[in-house]
T-cell receptor
Framework: QQQVKQSPQSLIVQKGGIPIINCAYE??????FPWYQQFPGKGPALLIA?????SEKKEGRFTISFNKSAKQFSLHIMDSQPGDSATYFC?????????????FGAGTRLAVHP | EPEVTQTPSHQVTQMGQEVILRCVPI?????FYWYRQILGQKVEFLVS????????KSEIFDDQFSVERPDGSNFTLKIRSTKLEDSAMYFC??????????FGPGTRLTVT
């Protein structure tokens, strides 16, 4: 119930391609869904986040699509660049109040080839 | 841009020793967290802290772990008697509201 399932485990695209990373959840109480980007040896960096009252959110080249009925959400990276090569984690949290734990997916290692 | 800082960046300790990992959250943030990431695995929640007390902890956060905000700016994680399986990256995070959590660069803990 508390899990967030992420796929694929790894992804290779050519520069300019549009990698898509998918996540699914079971807990309908989840109401906040962020994506984090992590470079080797660094902490996760908040990239973009969505709440279930919208179906899509765009920030720059990054887009989250959210399907509440299917309990799925995905990250699309437009015009991907070699600098986007990193591990991407989806996450989810629930409830009101300010101290909600993030439940992370297993991560997707993205490689963007020049 | 304000950021979460953590010290040390790498800590090597012997099994059974106590370690203290330190974090300075972003100054106007009210909610503090520790997470860990075993090499190659996902990030796992350890504990959240608000208003000078633990608000939630995971099953990983057993009696060997404790957290403290000793002086209004630092936030520490203490492991009383380290085990080999405590070897991981430990991340501190903070947030001003219930949503956006900002992570520090992490402390790599190696228990030998």
């Amino acid at each position: 119930q508390q899990q967030v399932k992420q796929s694929p485990q790894s992804l290779i695209v050519q520069k300019g391609g549009i990698p898509i990373i998918n996540c699914a959840y079971e807990n309908t109480a989840f109401d906040y869904f962020p994506w984090y980007q992590q470079f080797p040896g660094k902490g996760p960096a908040l990239l973009i986040a969505i709440r279930p009252d919208v179906s899509e959110k765009k920030e720059g080249r990054f887009t989250i699509s959210f399907n509440k009925s299917a309990k799925q959400f995905s990250l699309h990276i437009m015009d991907s660049q070699p600098g986007d090569s990193a591990t991407y984690f989806c996450a989810a949290s629930e409830g009101l109040g300010g101290y909600n734990k993030l439940i992370f997916g297993a991560g997707t290692r993205l490689a963007v080839h020049p | 841009e304000p950021e979460v800082t953590q010290t040390p960046s790498h800590q090597v300790t012997q099994m059974g020793q106590e370690v203290i990992l330190r974090c300075v959250p972003i100054s106007n943030h009210l909610y503090f967290y520790w997470y860990r990431q075993i090499l190659g695995q996902k990030v796992e929640f350890l504990v959240s802290f608000y208003n000078n007390e633990i608000s939630e902890k995971s099953e990983i956060f057993d009696d060997q772990f404790s957290v403290e905000r000793p002086d209004g700016s630092n936030f520490t994680l203490k492991i009383r008697s380290t085990k080999l399986e405590d070897s991981a990256m430990y991340f501190c995070a903070s947030s001003v509201d219930r949503a956006e959590q900002y992570f520090g660069p992490g402390t790599r803990l190696t228990v030998t």
